[in-house]
């Protein structure tokens, strides 16, 4: 896809509501497009993120598209790891 740069939001251990403030500015400041990225425990989050956007701030928002992955990390052991992640766009 070749696009302008998306906005994206990375989700982590913050409350669900920063996050969602994040991105209701991101599409009221005239993005038609964000996406909302997690991974690993976070991932559930992200999800009630997008849900919280979607149903009660911006009632036009659409889920556009979801993608699940594994993403393999070295963790401090030098071990790797396989860690899941989502990515949810939202769009007007």
Request: net charge neutral.
């Amino acid at each position: 896809m070749a696009e302008e740069q998306e906005n994206v939001i990375y989700v982590g251990n913050k409350p669900p509501m920063n996050y969602v403030l994040a991105a209701i500015t991101q599409l009221n400041s005239g993005a038609n497009k964000v996406a909302i990225k997690a991974r690993g425990r976070a991932i559930s989050r992200a999800v009630d993120v997008a849900e919280i956007v979607r149903r009660r701030f911006v009632t036009d928002a659409k889920i556009e598209d979801v993608k699940i992955f594994t993403e393999e990390l070295t963790n401090e052991e030098g071990n790797k790891v396989n860690v899941s992640c989502i990515e949810i766009y939202l769009a007007r």
